[in-house]
């Protein structure tokens, strides 16, 4: 079991920065990867950025790309979403997930994975 808790959230004005982070405890010793998500009222969860155990492999929707960066601290069993350049429709919920494993080439399917926070909101003002 790994229990992941996200923090960092907060409201910001567009064109702002905020770096998320997801703390995992539990079995961290085990590999594992992951994901954030995001979930915006009245829309469906979708794939936010993935990385790897290595850290050798990240992936980010379109929507991100250029703007946010992910990270990890093994050694923190921390995970860190930097998010620059903020638009008011990044404004969401957002979620850390892991699953156990070194690398994943369904990172951006959130049933993929086994484990994740309740979560943290954002929220960019125009």
């Known amino acids: 079991q790994v229990q992941l808790v996200e923090s960092g959230g907060g409201l910001v004005q567009a064109g702002g920065s905020l770096r998320l982070s997801c703390a995992a405890s539990g079995r961290t010793f085990s590999p594992y990867i992951v994901g954030w998500f995001r979930q915006a009222p009245g829309k469906e969860r979708e794939f936010v950025a993935y990385?790897?155990?290595?850290?050798?492999?990240?992936y980010y929707a379109d929507s991100v790309k250029g703007r946010f960066t992910i990270s990890r601290d093994n050694a923190k069993t921390t995970v860190y979403l930097q998010m620059n350049s903020l638009k008011p429709e990044d404004t969401a919920l957002y979620y850390c997930?892991?699953?156990?494993?070194?690398?994943?080439?369904?990172?951006?399917?959130?049933?993929?994975?086994?484990?994740w926070g309740q979560g943290t909101q954002v929220t960019v003002s125009s």
């Open positions: 997930a892991a699953k156990s494993g070194r690398f994943n080439t369904n990172y951006y399917v959130a049933a993929e994975y086994e484990y």
């Open positions: 990385i790897s155990w290595s850290a050798f492999s990240t």
